[in-house]
Each structure stands twice: as structure tokens, then as C-alpha cells.
């Protein structure tokens, strides 16, 4: 599980915080962004960013707050669509010297920044597969050979789901009727069993009188 964190929620104490807290949850891995708050989408205009060596503390604030070496840190620099491609890299660069495991810069513009990105630098790198986003979607395939260890669909499910579920109840509402769409329903069993409900009414008859 990769959390997002969004700006650690403060400073840099806070930010030590956030991370103990996170990997007290279970998480494998959080991202800490540059953006001031109240921060905003990553592919929406009107941000802000802290100046690169208040960051670079931040991150290494988080970096020095875990216990568990397999926590991974992920830095993220929204600074593209702020101060410039240039100074996400160094933003980036800083974050890297501050002991980040993952940089993810946000919101390249075109393949070639992308490309630039990708050989820039030897810490692993994400990419934020953001639908309708500033990024170009390149090919799966293309972003991999480029080095991209982590590819993020961070809405992808739920515009999908949202797009089902307005097709199927703008066609209830037109038909007066549901049960002509009984094909687009997961079996209650089927449901029942991805949920975990199964599993919990075998587990609870062993407990019983």
C-alpha cells in the first residue's frame, strides 16, 4: 500500500510524525509533496511550493522518523507547473541528497521532459498515469524502458466505477426497471467472497458452542 500524504501536514516535526503514524499503520510507502497548504491536484493550477530547502529538510526529517528499513519514502515535487522544469529537478536532486527512496515529479508536460526525468537520475522514479492530466500517458511498456519503477493509477478505478454506475442508473430510471440489467451484477456470492464475508463466517464457526 502507498499512501499519499500529501505535504506531511505541516514542517518538518510534522512530517516526522505523519510517518510514524503511517508505518505504525502498515503502509509500505508515502509520498510528501513540496506543495504549501491547503495544497490542490497535482494537474490543477493555483499551486504553490516551498522553497527547495525547506523540502529537502522535510525529507529528510521522514527519512530519519522510520524504523522499518523497508518504509519507503517517496518525494514529490509539484514544482513543474510553478518554478519551472529546471527547478523540479532540483527539487528532485535535493530530495534524492536528503536520502528519498522514490522521486516522483509531477506533471511533466511532454514526452521529452519525461525523458529527461527518466535519465536524470539513478533513484527510482514514479509516474503519475493521471486520465485527462498535464502528462502525456505514454505506453506502459515506453515508461518502463525508461526506467520508471512505479506507475500510479490514482483515479483510474473510480472513474471507471463512476462511469458504470451512471449508466446503469440513467437506464433504471429511462426503463422503470432494474432487472434487465442483471448482467452488469457481481453474484452476491462472488461479493460476498471478494469482501471477505466468507472467510469470516467460516472463521466465526469456530467459535461457536
Same mark, same amino acid.
Given at each position: 500500500?502507498?499512501? +499519499? !500524504?500529501?505535504?506531511? $501536514?505541516?514542517? !518538518? ?8 503514524? $503511517? ?6 510507502? =508515502? ?38 528499513? +523497508? #518504509?519507503?519514502?517517496?518525494?514529490? &515535487?509539484?514544482?513543474?507547473?510553478? &518554478? ?19 522521486? @516522483? ?21 514514479? @509516474?503519475? $498515469? ?9 505506453? #506502459?511498456?515506453?515508461?518502463?524502458? =525508461?526506467? $520508471? ?9 473510480? #472513474? ?9 442508473? &440513467? ?9 434487465? @440489467? ?6 452476491? !456470492?462472488? #461479493? ?12 466465526? +464457526?469456530?467459535?461457536?458452542?
Amino acid at each position: 500500500l502507498i499512501a +499519499d !500524504a500529501d505535504t506531511g $501536514y505541516g514542517n !518538518a516535526l510534522n512530517a516526522r510524525r505523519t510517518v510514524q503514524l $503511517y508505518e505504525a499503520a502498515g503502509v509500505a510507502a =508515502l509520498h510528501l509533496e513540496d506543495q504549501l497548504l491547503p495544497k490542490r491536484c497535482g494537474h490543477l493550477s493555483g499551486k504553490q511550493v516551498v522553497p527547495l530547502e525547506e523540502f529537502a529538510q522535510k525529507i529528510r526529517a521522514a527519512v530519519e522518523a522510520r524504523t522499518d528499513p +523497508d #518504509f519507503l519514502i517517496i518525494a514529490r &515535487t509539484d514544482a513543474i507547473a510553478v &518554478t519551472g522544469f529546471d527547478d523540479a529537478l532540483r527539487r528532485a536532486e535535493a530530495a534524492a541528497k536528503a536520502g528519498a527512496d522514490i522521486l @516522483f515529479v509531477e506533471a511533466p508536460t511532454t514526452e521529452d521532459q519525461i525523458e529527461k526525468i527518466a535519465r536524470g537520475f539513478d533513484t527510482p522514479l514514479l @509516474f503519475n $498515469y493521471a486520465p485527462g492530466g498535464r502528462s502525456p500517458l505514454l505506453p #506502459f511498456a515506453r515508461l518502463r524502458a =525508461l526506467g $520508471y519503477a512505479i506507475i500510479l493509477l490514482p483515479v483510474d478505478t473510480l #472513474f471507471v466505477a463512476a462511469k458504470a454506475m451512471r449508466e446503469f442508473l &440513467t437506464g433504471v430510471k429511462t426503463a422503470d426497471d432494474v432487472l434487465r @440489467f442483471a448482467d452488469r451484477y457481481l453474484p452476491f !456470492a462472488e #461479493f460476498n467472497e471478494l469482501i471477505g464475508v466468507t472467510e469470516q463466517l467460516a472463521r466465526g +464457526d469456530r467459535y461457536k458452542a
